[in-house]
Structure formats: C-alpha cells, structure tokens
C-alpha cells in the first residue's frame, strides 16, 4: 500500500473500508462537538449502541418477569453466559467448550494458577517476561508467597537485550531451556501492555510444555485485536478482560480458555462453586460436586447478568465482521497511522521513535524524544485521546472497529501543530 499524507487520500480509503459503517455502531465523546479521535480502545473500547438496549432488556425481564427470568426471560439468566461463549470460541480459537466467561481478569489468573501452578519437588518456578503487567507481577509474586517460595529465586523474567524494546522470541525460548528442568508455569501477556509486541505464542507454548511446564496466557491485549489459536497452539489455559479491545464496559467480565485436555476431570485441583456443577441437577442442592464438562465447571458463582448484556452487544458485532476483516483493517489502519507519524516526524524533525515491534497488533508505542507531556496536553486539549506512560512514551492503538483514516490523518495534522506551537519546547525530555 502506498499511502498519502493527505486528507483526499485518507477520505478515498474510508470510502473504499468495508467496516466504515461499524463506527456508526459505537458511540463517541465529543470534544467541541466533533467526535473525538480516540486512541484508548486498548484501554476501555468504546460503547456499542446496542448496549444499552441489551441491558434494558434486562432490566425488564427483571421488572416483569422478577425470579421467573431466570428460567423464563428471552435470554434466560441461568445460562445468558453460555450464549456468549461461542462468540469467543471463534475470536480465541477455541474448541466448543474450551472458553467461559466469569469473574474479572485478575481473579481468574489466581482461579487457573489453582489448577495449573502445580510445583511439586525441583519443579516450582514460574517464568514470565520482564515488567509485566502490575497486577500480574503481583498474581505472580503473591502466588509464589502462598506456596511458600521467594519469588527472587522462582519467578523467571525474561529481559529485553540492553539497548532494545522488544523480546526476542530466541532469547524466550533460551529462557525456558536453561530453566527446563525446575519449570513449573509458563504465563506471559500474549500481547505486551507496553509496547505492543505480539509473542510468538505457538513457539513459546510448545517449548514451555516440552520442558514439562504448563503454558498459560494472559490475553489482555490480544483478544479481539489479533489472530490467536488457542486449540491448535494447544496452550493449557488463557484468561482476558473485555473492556479493552472487546468493547464490554468498564470493569467488565473477563473470558477464560481452558485446554479439552484438562476439561472433563472430577479430581483436578480447583476452587469450586455450585455454577461449576453440571447443570441438570444444580438446583436439586446436592453436596457433592458434579463438574459441567466444559471449561464452566471453573464457574463459581451465577453470573452478573447486567453486566454480560453489554458484553454481548459487542460480541455481536464481533460475530458479524469476524476477526479477519478486522485484522485486514487493522494492518492498513496502523500502517497508515505509523505512516503519518514517519511523515510529521520528517516535516518537524522531533525524532519519534516506535518502539512497537514488526509483530504487532494495532497499537503503536512511540517514544518521543525531546517532547514531553506538554505535547500530549496539547493533543488532549485538541480532541485526542491517546494513553501516556512514564516516562515518555505514548500508546496510540487506532481499533479498527471504529477508528477511521481520516482519524488518522486530522491527528498528523494536530500533532503537526503542535510540535509547532512548541507545546515542547523547553520543557526537559522526562
Ligand atoms: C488490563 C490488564 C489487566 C487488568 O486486570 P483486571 O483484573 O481486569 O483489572 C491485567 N493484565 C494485563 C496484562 C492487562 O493488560
């Protein structure tokens, strides 16, 4: 593709999006009454404009159906969560049955971590890479402490070689090599929260389990903004939160994988619940657990049924587009983003440096040497919404659901001016 930095261009390739019509599916805050260009949807997606019918619809059944909607409502209650699986089964890559929906993202790492942080003897470390994400490093740590290891000597992090911002996937592999003999748990973020690299989950997850660990993923950034094949990668379990790129809500439900191969088993280790048990005879109250023979039996509790209905709008629309055409879009839209940058960084020479690897997904981290949080003010103040992180780097991740060309084209244009306007200047390179 060749692009153009010019606002015909980028209104020729809206034109010729066959997804343009999705932005019209979510809804945008406005800044001086224009829709504002929104970065973030790695952070918290946008509202899909169905949402609020899918909970309305709720609410009703609620009103007019009271203890009745869970068996009667139009989407039962008692197994509302169950329609949603699917949905993910496909954007995950996985087997019917291989992936719930429950809990929030942390807790259903702690939850998996009970059955698949299995140390036993001179197997007990856990490897992981460097500066993960915070709650993971305290999942990590605070697991280690629970089973009675120092974490200095058990929890594994792979490092950047000095001088780079990305893992090397040989350098990962050399890792989990040198540690194959007292490898308990693989658990990495298949796409890094920082800067943005995608991992290479099938080669990391083979070798993990040649070395006779367990191999698990935290798919925070990567569910419904790259390809995965959970199944075939044969990954043992996986857990992501919603709100990013699958548009749920905030603080919203987080979906797990889990492998058939561990599916099925009554005397695994798990925490359980009365949801877990099979549902033919949940409700006749029996003290003996009956485990569903899907990943459902990691089910504790019955489910927020408010908060799945927003989640299912979005999941709708994922299922209409599927993940392909999004990733189609999502390879010209960050291009032509990484693009305008190369372009603005020539006309102002202000050194931008995109630390995003070639394996990416949509976001883009930019170090931008010799600006600062001014010029990110700057943006703000203009109808930008990108995501700052310490100490000079921002994270543009352009969601091709419903991001537009021309988005990407005015913010050159913004950022342009506002390297002019000297929003940096004189202030210190943080
Ligand atoms: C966003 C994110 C989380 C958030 O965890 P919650 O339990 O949903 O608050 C965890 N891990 C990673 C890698 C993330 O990117």
Redesign the pocket.
């Known amino acids: 593709m060749t692009y153009e930095n010019t606002e015909a261009f980028a209104r020729r390739m809206d034109a010729e999006d066959p997804l343009a019509s999705y932005r019209e599916a979510f809804l945008f805050p406005k800044h001086h009454g224009e829709e504002i260009i929104y970065f973030t949807g790695n952070?918290l997606g946008l509202q899909p404009r169905k949402a609020a019918g899918k909970v309305r619809e709720v609410l009703t059944d609620w009103e007019e159906l009271a203890v009745e909607g869970h068996f009667n409502a139009k989407n039962p209650w008692w197994e509302y969560h169950e329609q949603l699986a699917p949905y993910l089964e496909r954007i995950v890559g996985a087997k019917p049955g291989e992936v719930t929906v429950m809990n929030?993202?942390?807790?259903?790492?702690h939850l998996l971590m009970v059955s698949f942080y299995r140390p036993e003897g001179k197997r007990f470390k856990i490897l992981c890479e460097e500066k993960?994400?915070p709650?993971?490093q305290y999942m990590l740590q605070s697991q280690l402490r629970f089973h009675g290891y120092d974490p200095a000597e058990a929890l594994v992090e792979v490092r950047k070689r000095p001088g780079e911002h990305h893992w090397r996937t040989a350098d990962i592999l050399a890792a989990i090599e040198e540690h194959a003999d007292s490898l308990a748990l693989v658990l990495m973020?298949g796409v890094n929260?920082y800067n943005g690299q995608v991992l290479d989950m099938e080669a990391i997850t083979r070798a993990g389990q040649a070395a006779g660990a367990l191999v698990g993923w935290?798919l925070?950034?990567a569910a419904g903004n790259v390809r995965l094949d959970l199944h075939d990668w044969g990954a043992d379990f996986a857990a992501w939160?919603s709100?990013?790129y699958m548009n749920s809500g905030p603080?919203n439900a987080?979906g797990v994988f889990i492998h058939q191969r561990h599916l099925g088993q009554k005397d695994i280790r798990r925490f359980e619940g009365w949801w877990g048990t099979r549902k033919e005879t949940r409700f006749l109250m029996q003290p003996e657990f009956d485990p569903m023979p899907t990943a459902d039996a990691w089910q504790l509790s019955n489910p927020p049924i408010l908060a799945l209905a927003p989640y299912m709008a979005s999941l709708e629309l994922f299922d209409e587009v599927g993940m392909e055409a999004l990733i189609a879009k999502r390879d010209l839209l960050t291009g032509y983003l990484e693009f305008i940058l190369g372009e603005v960084d020539k006309e102002v020479d202000s050194r931008f440096e995109i630390i995003t690897p070639a394996d990416r997904g949509c976001q883009l981290s930019v170090f931008l040497h010799g600006e600062g949080r001014p010029l990110f003010d700057y943006l703000m103040d203009h109808g930008v919404l990108p995501d700052w992180r310490e100490p000079n780097v921002i994270r543009l991740a352009p969601a091709p659901f419903y991001c537009s060309f021309m988005d990407m084209y005015r913010f050159g244009q913004i950022l342009k001016a506002g390297i002019q306007a000297g929003s940096g200047a004189g202030s210190p390179a943080t």
């Open positions: 952070s929030t993202l942390t807790v259903n790492l993960a994400f709650s993971d973020g929260y935290d925070a950034h939160c709100y990013k603080g987080s």
